[in-house]
């Protein structure tokens, strides 16, 4: 099966508060948190989605929320979705 990813980004400084949110957001969507970069200025989380509905909907419900968004795209094959709550 092919996952679907998107990438937030967020200024510093960082709240775990912001990203707990995100994270909740992308709950309802069997999102997951595929990867967090930390650079100086900024925080951007990658994260997969096991169907293309699921990702492009959490897409849009972030970016309604103001965040900044891009890079959706196919992303890989990920077998194991019922392991993401």
Not at 6 to 14: A, I, L, N, S, T
Not at 48 to 60: I, K
Request: proline share 4%.
């Amino acid at each position: 099966m092919t996952s679907y990813c998107f990438e937030v980004w967020y200024k510093k400084p960082e709240s775990a508060e912001t990203e707990n949110q995100i994270m909740e957001w992308v709950k309802p969507f069997r999102g997951r948190l595929d990867y967090r970069e930390d650079n100086n200025k900024a925080i951007c989380l990658t994260l997969e989605f096991p169907d293309y509905e699921s990702a492009h909907a959490a897409y849009h419900l972030i970016h309604s929320k103001e965040f900044h968004v891009e890079s959706f795209c196919a992303y890989g094959e990920y077998e194991n979705w019922e392991d993401v709550n």
